[in-house]
């Protein structure tokens, strides 16, 4: 059986390739009509684009627009390895954690 390499272990090569595999993988899954997997996919899609994210980039303190959910805002209050802890605007107010590939930088 072949070992898994982490995201955090892959080369930025390799995460290309990962990301190219997947986005296949979902497309079949949305064609088939197998949401659940369609929407796992497209969340690991995520992560590992994360990983191709520089985090000193994102800022704590500073309000970011969430991808896929126009109008929605975030607000970074720590940064951890690739994900942003903080709460959404709108929200409750309680902590979360997102990768920060869906964060968009506001103009």
């Known amino acids: 059986m072949q070992q898994v ?8 090569q390799e995460l290309n390739q990962e990301i190219a595999s997947l986005k296949e993988q979902a497309r079949k899954a949305e064609q088939m009509g197998m949401v659940n997997e369609f929407a796992v996919l497209e969340r690991k899609v995520q992560m590992a684009r994360a990983y191709l994210l ?53 103009k």
């Open 5 to 12: 390499k982490r995201y955090s272990e892959m080369t930025v």
């Open 54 to 106: 520089d985090p000193e980039t994102f800022k704590k303190g500073e309000i970011y627009e969430i991808a896929g959910a126009p109008g929605e805002y975030f607000k970074i209050e720590y940064l951890k390895g690739v994900f942003a802890w903080g709460c959404r605007l709108a929200g409750d107010g309680s902590e979360e954690a997102l990768p920060i590939s869906l964060l968009n930088k506001l």
